[in-house]
């Protein structure tokens, strides 16, 4: 009586894969890939594939956007990454820099308003302060308040009048 030999258990541990063709279509390859990253690569898995392993492994920019665990045909899948595509996420990088562009114009739209707005508030307080100095220039003895008064609160708010 002979027995049948156990499948040799392939274990692949952090090793990077570019651009690279998976076919594991109706396969059962009793294979593990621990760690590894997975770049621009292409895999196949069917109903048909069994004793596959993925676990913390890095998919950047591949053709999965997941693994679906499945223990009765051995399919394992834990912990891994899906990065998004690189054009989708330099879309959304633009996207996000337009709109960071976008505000902080608005922003120095509306400091510009606010500083105007600041300057109306000073002029008018200095036009309160020409009224103001006005009145009590009257109760100063000694002096022609009203000429007196006129010249200096003229000459401080840069009115000719």
């Given at each position: 009586m002979t027995k049948d030999p156990l499948p040799e258990e392939r274990v692949i541990w952090r090793k990077r894969f570019r651009a690279e063709y998976f076919d594991f279509r109706g396969?059962?390859?009793?294979?593990?890939?621990?760690?590894?990253?997975?770049?621009?690569?292409?895999l196949l898995i069917d109903r048909d594939?069994?004793?596959?392993?993925?676990?913390?492994?890095?998919?950047?920019?591949?053709?999965?956007?997941?693994?679906?665990q499945?223990?009765?045909?051995?399919?394992?899948?834990?912990?891994n990454f899906f990065d998004r595509p690189l054009a989708e996420r330099r879309a959304d990088f633009e996207k996000r820099l337009a709109q960071a562009l976008a505000t902080r114009k608005a922003m120095?739209?509306?400091?510009?308003?606010?500083?105007?707005?600041?300057?109306?508030?000073?002029?008018?307080?200095?036009?309160?302060?020409?009224?103001?100095?006005?009145?009590?220039a009257g109760f100063l003895p000694g002096h022609n308040a009203r000429a007196s008064s006129t010249r200096s609160v003229n000459s401080l708010c840069g009115s000719k009048r």
């Open positions: 396969k059962s390859l009793f294979t593990r890939f621990d760690g590894c990253e997975f770049v621009e690569c292409t594939t069994e004793q596959l392993a993925f676990t913390e492994c890095v998919f950047k920019d591949c053709n999965i956007e997941k693994l679906e499945d223990e009765q045909r051995g399919l394992y899948a834990r912990n120095e739209k509306s400091d510009r308003s606010t500083q105007i707005r600041s300057h109306q508030m000073w002029l008018t307080s200095k036009c309160w302060l020409r009224s103001y100095w006005r009145s009590l």
